[in-house]
């Protein structure tokens, strides 16, 4: 069963605006990453935050993270057309990744 | 340089056969994984390999689903006797090293599978 799960499930917003995703989470972690994938086919890896961390910043990316808790939030700011895919979060456990429900993301132009 | 590469990228085939799904990690990558994704769902894990041995198959959802990795490095999984519900794409990653701290895995395109 998946760790994860992520609100909204669905997201559309017009180009500029920012996007808020959240993720809850069930267990301790040591990290939570977010993912993206477009078109349903390879996830590609935005940034990890560690368990000590509260917040993280990565370009037009900003992660938080409350381990009380056991929720993320990824902000993208200042969207793009470019941007809409789906957003997984995921929590290493062993050696495997977890990986929460997903947003869809639409921006639309 | 070269990301992980899976092929075929589509598969169709009809109940009760058999599919064979290869997936080329990075050079060098010496932990790689196998996925399943669902319409509409994350990727949930089916099995790990450090190396040569299979060093986590619990995500395996039955013995119809099998996979190997001979040399430690190119993988192959197998599914036998195909059902309607294993269509899905599957998903491989690779990664450096296998930490349990850090782990970033990097993600191929995936084998789009449909059983008809």
């Known amino acids: 069963s998946q760790q994860g799960e992520e609100d909204p499930q669905a997201l559309s917003i017009q180009e500029g605006e920012n996007a808020t995703m959240n993720c809850s989470y069930k267990t301790s972690i040591n990290n939570l990453q977010w993912y993206r994938q477009n078109s349903g086919r390879g996830l590609v890896h935005l940034i990890l935050?560690?368990?000590?961390?509260r917040e993280k910043h990565s370009g037009r990316l900003r992660v938080t993270l409350d381990t009380s808790k056991k929720s993320s939030s990824l902000l993208i700011t200042a969207s793009r057309a470019a941007d809409t895919a789906s957003y997984f979060c995921a929590t290493p456990h062993g050696n495997n990744l977890f990986f929460g429900t997903g947003t869809r993301l639409t921006v639309i132009p | 340089g070269a990301g992980v590469s899976q092929t075929p990228s589509n598969k169709v085939t009809e109940k009760g056969k058999y599919v064979e799904l290869r997936c080329d990690p990075i050079?060098?990558?010496?932990?790689l994984y196998w996925y399943r994704q669902s319409l509409g769902q994350g990727p949930e894990f089916l099995i790990y390999?450090?190396?040569?041995?299979?060093?986590?198959d619990s995500g395996l959802p039955n013995d119809r689903f099998f996979a190997v990795r001979p040399e430690g490095s190119v993988s192959t999984l197998k599914i036998q006797r195909t059902e309607r519900g294993d269509s899905a794409v599957y998903l491989c990653a690779s990664s450096l090293m296998a930490s349990g701290v850090y782990n970033e895995q990097f993600f191929g395109p995936g084998t789009r599978l449909t059983v008809l």
């Open positions: 390999f450090q190396g040569t041995g299979a060093a986590d």
């Open positions: 050079s060098g990558h010496t932990a």
């Open positions: 935050i560690r368990s000590n961390e």
